[in-house]
C-alpha cells in the first residue's frame, strides 16, 4: 500500500488522534500541513499554526491572542481539581498584570551575574556524572545524565535539601503529562495527586523558608516570599504554583535538550567531529539542538479578539495551537532547513518562545546545555548509540524516555 499524500495527511490531520508514527517524527506532518494547511481548522474548532511567520505574528500580540487557560482547562479538567488550579495559576499560563508581577521576581533571581555564578558548580556536577559514567563504559544519556542536571540546578535554586529532591522528577514529568492534547483516564489522575504531593511537600518548604530567609539574590524562593511588585507579594496560591512552574520549566525542556542535542550528535558524526576540532562552535551548536530537535514542540493561544491569522479570519474566543516544531523547520525562514547544521547563521529559532512570554530561564538553559554537551563530547568524541533510543510518546515535549550509549 502507498503511504497516503502529503495533501491528504494534512486534510486528515488530528491532534487528538495521533499514532506511533508521528510521536517517533513529527517533522513529515509538519511539512504536509505547512505546504498544504498551514492554518489548519481541527475537528475542535481550534486552529493549528505551522508557519514561522503566523507562529511568530500570534507571539507578537498578547492583546489579541492571550496565555490565559482559565477557559481552555476547565472543560479539560474540571475547575475543582488539583491540575486546573495549578496551570491556571502558574506564570506561563497568564497575562499581565500577574503574568508580569511574578515573571519579575523570577527574572530577578536569573540575572548575567546570578547565571554565571553557577558555572563552576555545574561544571562540577557534570564532571562527576561523566566520572561515575566513564568507570562503567556505558550510560543512559537520560537517567543518568541529562535529566540528573537540571533536577540539581532547579533544587539549588529553590535551596530544596539534598536529601528531598528524589521525587521532583516523577512529580513534572506528571504534571507536564497531563498537558498533551490527548489525555488518559491515568495520566490525569497522576498529574492531580503530583500537584497534590507537590504543594503538600512546598507548604512545608516554604513554611522553614519563611522561618529563616535564604539569599534573595540567589534563592528564588527567597525572593518570591518576600519579593514585591507595584508593592503586592504573591499569595499563597500563586506562590506554590509558580514553584511548581519553576521546576517544571527548568526540568523537562532542559532534560530533552541535552538529551536530543547528544543524540543528534550521535546521528550526525560529521558535526560532532567538527564541534570536536572547533569548540568555538559549541553555542551555535546549542541554538541549532534547539532549532531542529525543539524540546517544547506546542504552545497555545486563545483569541481574546476577533482577528486575523494571514489572510484567515479568526474570530473571538478560538484556541490557536503554535507549532514551535514547524516553525522552526519552515524552509521560508531557514535554508536547508532539514539539515542539521552547529554553524548555521543566522538562526533565530522559536524554542523559548517570542515575546512578553519568552522562557524567563532561557539564559540558564543555554548554559547547562553548553556545559553538559560541550563536556560529554571532550570527554567522549567516538560515543555511540548502543540500541535504539527511545521517545516519549508525546507531541508537546520531544524528547528521550531512554537513550543508552557506549563510550568510546
Known amino acids: 500500500m502507498n503511504p497516503p499524500a502529503p495533501a491528504e495527511i494534512a486534510r486528515s490531520f488530528d491532534l487528538r488522534r495521533l499514532d506511533a508514527s508521528f510521536y517517533a517524527d513529527p517533522y513529515p506532518v509538519y511539512d504536509?500541513?505547512?505546504?498544504?494547511?498551514?492554518?489548519?481548522?481541527?475537528?475542535?474548532?481550534?486552529?493549528?499554526?505551522?508557519?514561522?511567520?503566523?507562529?511568530?505574528?500570534?507571539?507578537?500580540?498578547?492583546?489579541?491572542?492571550?496565555?490565559?487557560?482559565?477557559?481552555?482547562?476547565?472543560?479539560?479538567?474540571?475547575?475543582?481539581?488539583?491540575?486546573?488550579?495549578?496551570h491556571t495559576t502558574s506564570l506561563v499560563f497568564n497575562d499581565p498584570p500577574r503574568h508580569t508581577r511574578v515573571r519579575k521576581l523570577i527574572a530577578g533571581a536569573l540575572t548575567a551575574r546570578a547565571i554565571a555564578s553557577m558555572e563552576p558548580g555545574l561544571i562540577a556536577l557534570v564532571d562527576g556524572l561523566l566520572a561515575r559514567a566513564s568507570a562503567r563504559g556505558r550510560l543512559d544519556l537520560i537517567d543518568d545524565f541529562a535529566s540528573a542536571i537540571p533536577v540539581e540546578v532547579i533544587g539549588n535554586l529553590l535551596d530544596v535539601p539534598h536529601g528531598e529532591r528524589a521525587p521532583l522528577r516523577d512529580w513534572s514529568l506528571a504534571i507536564l503529562g497531563a498537558l498533551e492534547p490527548s489525555l488518559t483516564p491515568e495520566q490525569e489522575a497522576l498529574g492531580n495527586r503530583a500537584v497534590s504531593e507537590f504543594i503538600d511537600y512546598l507548604k512545608v518548604l516554604v513554611a522553614r523558608r519563611r522561618a529563616a530567609p535564604g539569599d534573595p539574590q540567589h534563592d528564588v524562593l527567597t525572593r518570591l516570599i518576600l519579593g514585591e511588585t507595584d508593592g503586592e507579594r504573591l499569595d499563597e496560591a500563586e506562590l506554590l504554583h509558580n514553584c511548581i512552574f519553576i521546576l517544571n520549566a527548568g526540568h523537562e525542556t532542559t532534560t530533552n535538550l541535552i538529551g536530543n542535542g547528544l543524540v543528534l550528535l550521535s546521528k550526525w558524526p560529521g558535526e560532532r567531529e567538527r564541534l570536536r576540532r572547533e569548540p568555538a562552535l559549541l553555542d551555535s551548536a546549542v541554538e541549532e539542538c534547539l532549532r531542529f530537535e525543539s524540546s517544547n514542540q506546542l504552545g497555545n493561544r486563545i483569541a481574546v479578539a476577533d482577528t486575523h491569522i494571514g489572510d484567515v479570519p479568526v474570530p473571538r474566543g478560538t484556541p490557536v495551537t503554535l507549532c514551535i516544531g514547524a516553525a522552526n523547520r519552515d524552509p521560508e525562514q531557514f535554508e536547508a532547513p532539514q539539515r542539521f547544521d552547529i554553524a548555521r547563521e543566522p538562526n533565530r529559532h522559536l524554542a523559548f518562545g517570542f515575546g512578553i512570554h519568552q522562557c524567563a530561564g532561557l539564559s540558564l538553559a543555554r548554559l547547562e546545555a553548553r556545559i553538559a554537551i560541550g563536556r560529554f563530547v571532550a570527554r567522549f568524541p567516538g560515543y555511540r548509540l548502543d540500541g535504539d533510543p527511545v521517545r516519549a510518546s508525546r507531541a508537546?515535549?520531544?524528547?528521550?524516555?531512554?537513550?543508552?550509549?557506549?563510550?568510546?
Open 396 to 408: 508537546r515535549f520531544r524528547g528521550f524516555v531512554h537513550a543508552p550509549v557506549a563510550l568510546v
Open 32 to 86: 504536509a500541513l505547512r505546504t498544504h494547511e498551514p492554518v489548519k481548522r481541527m475537528p475542535d474548532g481550534s486552529l493549528f499554526l505551522t508557519r514561522y511567520r503566523d507562529v511568530q505574528a500570534v507571539y507578537r500580540d498578547p492583546k489579541a491572542f492571550s496565555s490565559d487557560k482559565t477557559v481552555e482547562f476547565g472543560p479539560k479538567y474540571g475547575t475543582a481539581t488539583p491540575l486546573y488550579a495549578h
